[in-house]
């Protein structure tokens, strides 16, 4: 669900890496919130200054996608790391 060009767009978050801002534009997608994620391109290339990717939202639904973003960041502070089993290194590494 990406957004037409000629909308109204705002930025609910500016980010440093292109998997988080593609990670939670698409948990926006999935609550039915109409999401970019914007910057692709220039996020991966390493230069002097670092790229940063925006995610941007209808301006109208800023509010509720500001409310789904504080719930997806609350659900990652939930994994109890100790708690999973990441399995045994290889000794081919």
Known sequence: ?????DDKLVTLATLAG???ATLLA???KRQGIAAQASGLLT???RAEAPGS?????HE?????????????YASKEEIDWD????GEMSSDV
């Open 1 to 5: 669900m990406d957004i037409p060009l």
């Open 18 to 20: 292109e998997i988080e």
């Open 26 to 28: 698409d948990e926006l």
């Open 43 to 45: 996020a991966g290339f």
């Open 53 to 57: 990717v925006k995610v941007l939202v």
């Open 60 to 72: 109208q639904d800023l509010n509720e996608a500001k409310a789904v973003m504080a719930d997806y």
């Open 83 to 86: 708690q999973i089993d990441v």
